[in-house]
């Protein structure tokens, strides 16, 4: 069961629009009558999850072709291509056999049917050709000339061009035109070599993948490369089977036990040459010309990696070498070779098997093999290791930030590896950088917030960039603050301006995506006023960078950014910068004058003040734009602004201040009037009340108006017989305060104030007072509010009220009051 398991094992591809074949999913194949589609079908299973990834009918008319002994290509409908890639031989066959039962066909042949791409009126014109099959001359030196004009009048005919290539795999022509090819280069008959070559581009034009595995068998292939030396067009012939054989070495570094992998490899580095150095550039021919050269190489490189990558023995011995103490440096070096192409091949993996690729690199020590290589001082072997590491970034960050952050916990900084890769951008031999160019890309892929993840437990963002703020920040500005120490740069050569220029794009970078720990990291280390001693540069490029850097930061508008600048006047440097360009129109010109119109555009207030103020006098002379003579005036609004806004709030604080202080003369009386009356009412001791909060707001008034108690208290004392005790609590603690037993005129029945509650002149009030029956005792009347006080509801306003026996002769001055009108005096609560 489990071999037949292994034997039906495939690999699902379709042919995409770029006419790449893209990786469907891996199951097991097999061939069963379907009702639905009412005939036999392939069936394919997904290994992982039993999901149908294929359900294609088998059609008497669908041309199947068998390739590589391993392969069974078919189309459904216009651009629908379709393949199976079997683990093993075996299994192909046999599915290949149900499908010529079904078709009728012999299962010996590599095709079922003739492919017909051509309209109705094409086939129609072509209906003589199908009747009559093409006939093959005589393969003699004498009839090369007709054979290469028959190879060449076909390729226009899709039928013809399938008839052709089924009569050449029949008759075994290319055997015998490549012993034609022995013969005229024994003769030396360079006309002869020239049609051969001729006849042998049309057949690789056929784009048949049956005519290419007989084209590159191992004993024909030279042979082929041979013929193509001889290109009409060149006056010398090539010397490719010189390279191949001679110059191009397979270096097997640790000896494969799998003799098929071995020629698999030779086979696919063979054919990728004469696909990329001998045949003319792809543009020379028709769309899609060698569609089919393309995916040979292709399955060939997915065959190769699934084969080393199912070899776990082999790559434990790749990595145990590679960071092996005793291994020398030149078989070191081939073993990185070895890993770095073999990575390369993996590019032509499908998403979800390039995955389980780097996964099991990832498991066997890929990044420690990585780092110990970058610890070497070999530049080739570490530029190969860069291009790996490349790989594994681009394809899974998080993977690597993951084992940075591991390795952190139990290494020094400098035996990290994204402190070593900084290293070797900061080292990069090369003049040009490229290296380091490369490395500063890979670098701001793994500090890139937009590729972290988060997790319910944790987040990437957070603990990463901590951890790089921490640990390797310092080694990426290291060559920024060495550069930067004094007034002017210490070191201003071309290839330390171009690695400052790198440095800054990803600190501008970080200021952009890395709001916190960015911010933190500039002020800290003052970094601002170090990147713009770099104005004083003598390259341009590198003036444009640190002045980006300033720009970038002042974009964020944020308030805690312009006060360190304005702090620091950090503008200084930029302005004498601008003032050493002077007239010149030039990029560095247009870039500052950029910056002050943002400035101005986004009205950010305390920037616009701080130019103005400390810098406008030496940039009010340019009048070439009207940046500067708008932010003047943008500036003298804001002073305007602020210079009313400083009148009116004086204003009001004045009028408040007088409104406390100076009381008229009524008002005044009444204080007085409250005091006198509430020091009476101490005297005795029978009802205790506390006071309301408002009591202890106006103690500190009546401290201005205690003077005048003295001198006015007969006066109040002859005006206000009989007024009824109110009491006014408003301290932090309660205060008891015990009322007269002597009789006291209710509220009610005192003469109304102007627009009391209950006045004559105020709404809700139909009448005139009316007195308390005089047999009526004693008893305070209490509304909502005050039953609600007394009961502990609310702390507020409380009025006792005691309705004397006798008050006949104050009704009739308060009848006499209102008529005359309302008594001005001062509103009280009602109770």
């Not at 042919?15 to 069963?32: C, F, I, K, M, Y």
């Not at 004009?149 to 009569?167: D, H, M, N, Q, Y």
């Not at 063979?270 to 292709?298: A, G, H, K």
Request: charged share 30%.
């Amino acid at each position: 069961m489990a071999d037949t398991s292994t034997r039906r094992r495939v690999k699902l591809y379709m042919l995409n629009e770029e006419r790449q074949w893209d990786d469907r999913g891996t199951g097991h194949v097999s061939s069963a009558y379907v009702e639905r589609l009412k005939g036999m079908s392939l069936l394919v299973r997904s290994e992982t999850d039993g999901s149908i990834l294929l359900e294609s009918k088998i059609q008497p008319d669908t041309a199947y072709q068998k390739q590589q002994e391993t392969l069974i290509v078919w189309s459904e409908g216009e651009n629908y291509d379709l393949a199976l890639s079997f683990q093993e031989k075996a299994g192909c066959d046999e599915i290949w056999e149900k499908i010529c039962n079904v078709q009728g066909k012999d299962p010996s042949v590599d095709i079922t049917q003739d492919i017909i791409e051509e309209s109705e009126d094409e086939r129609f014109e072509e209906m003589p050709e199908v009747a009559h099959p093409i006939d093959l001359p005589v393969c003699e030196l004498s009839k090369l000339v007709e054979i290469s004009e028959l190879f060449g009048s076909v390729l226009t005919s899709p039928i013809r061009r399938e008839k052709l290539a089924l009569v050449i795999e029949q008759d075994g022509y290319i055997k015998k035109l490549l012993d034609l090819f022995h013969m005229c280069e024994d003769l030396e008959n360079i006309e002869g070599l020239h049609h051969l070559y001729d006849i042998f581009k049309s057949v690789f034009l056929l784009n048949k993948n049956a005519l290419f595995e007989i084209l590159f068998q191992e004993d024909t292939i030279f042979d082929v490369v041979g013929v193509l030396e001889y290109d009409p067009s060149h006056p010398l012939p090539a010397k490719h089977r010189e390279y191949l054989q001679k110059t191009a070495k397979f270096k097997e570094v640790i000896p494969f036990t799998n003799k098929e992998l071995v020629s698999k490899i030779h086979q696919t580095y063979r054919v990728q040459y004469i696909q990329d150095v001998i045949l003319p550039t792809p543009s020379v021919f028709e769309e899609n010309m060698l569609s089919t050269l393309t995916s040979f190489i292709f399955f060939n490189k997915v065959e190769i990696v699934s084969m080393v990558q199912e070899d776990e023995k082999f790559l434990l011995q790749l990595f145990a070498s590679i960071t092996s103490e005793k291994k020398d440096d030149e078989s070191r070096r081939d073993l990185v070779f070895f890993l770095k192409e073999f990575c390369t091949f993996s590019q032509n993996l499908q998403p979800p098997n390039r995955d389980n690729f780097f996964k099991t690199l990832s498991g066997l020590g890929v990044l420690p093999a990585i780092e110990f290589i970058l610890g070497l001082d070999d530049i080739k072997m570490k530029s190969a290791a860069i291009d790996i590491f490349s790989y594994i970034v681009e394809f899974s960050p998080s993977m690597v930030r993951e084992f940075i952050l591991k390795e952190g916990q139990n290494q020094e900084d400098d035996d990290l590896l994204i402190n070593l890769v900084i290293e070797q951008m900061i080292n990069d031999p090369d003049t040009e950088l490229g290296g380091a160019v490369q490395l500063m890309g890979i670098i701001r892929l793994l500090i890139d917030p937009e590729n972290m993840l988060a997790t319910t437990m944790k987040t990437e963002k957070t603990e990463f960039l901590s951890f790089f703020y921490k640990h390797s920040m310092h080694v990426l500005t290291a060559p920024l603050f060495a550069v930067t120490a004094e007034e002017k740069p210490s070191k201003d050569d071309f290839q330390t301006a171009q690695l400052l220029s790198l440095i800054l794009e990803l600190l501008s970078f970080c200021v952009e995506h890395h709001t916190y720990h960015i911010k933190n990291y500039i002020i800290s280390k003052d970094l601002l006023r170090r990147v713009l001693v770099l104005l004083r540069s003598r390259h341009a490029f590198l003036l444009l960078c640190a002045l980006r850097f300033m720009r970038k930061i002042i974009g964020m508008k944020e308030d805690f950014y312009n006060r360190y600048i304005i702090k620091g006047n950090l503008f200084k440097p930029v302005v004498e910068a601008f003032k050493c360009n002077g007239n010149k129109y030039n990029l560095l010109n247009s870039a500052m004058i950029e910056l002050f119109e943002f400035i101005r555009l986004e009205d950010i207030k305390n920037l616009c003040t701080h130019i103005v103020e400390s810098h406008i006098k030496d940039l009010e002379h340019v009048d070439y734009v009207n940046t500067f003579e708008s932010l003047k005036t943008h500036y003298e609004q804001l002073q305007d602004k602020l210079k009313d806004k400083t009148g009116f709030e004086g204003n009001t604080a004045l009028s408040l201040r007088n409104n406390r202080f100076r009381r008229d003369q009524r008002a005044l009386e009444e204080e007085e009037e409250m005091w006198f009356d509430q020091e009476d009412d101490v005297d005795d001791g029978e009802n205790i009340v506390p006071m309301s909060d408002m009591l202890k707001s106006k103690l500190d008034d009546f401290d201005q108006i205690d003077k005048f108690i003295g001198n006015r208290r007969d006066k109040v004392q002859n005006d206000m017989k009989e007024t009824p005790t109110r009491i006014i609590n408003k301290s932090a603690s309660p205060i008891n305060i015990t009322l007269k037993s002597s009789p006291l005129t209710s509220p009610q029945t005192s003469p109304e104030r102007p627009n009391s509650p209950n006045s004559p002149g105020s709404p809700g009030r139909t009448g005139s007072a009316c007195p308390t029956p005089a047999g009526s005792p004693a008893t305070p009347i209490r509304d909502d509010k005050v039953n609600n006080t007394l009961q502990g509801k609310r702390p507020g306003i409380i009025g006792l009220v005691d309705y004397p026996e006798d008050d006949s002769d104050e009704e009739e001055e308060d009848s006499s009051d209102a008529a005359l009108g309302p008594s001005p005096k001062r509103q009280r609560l009602a109770t």
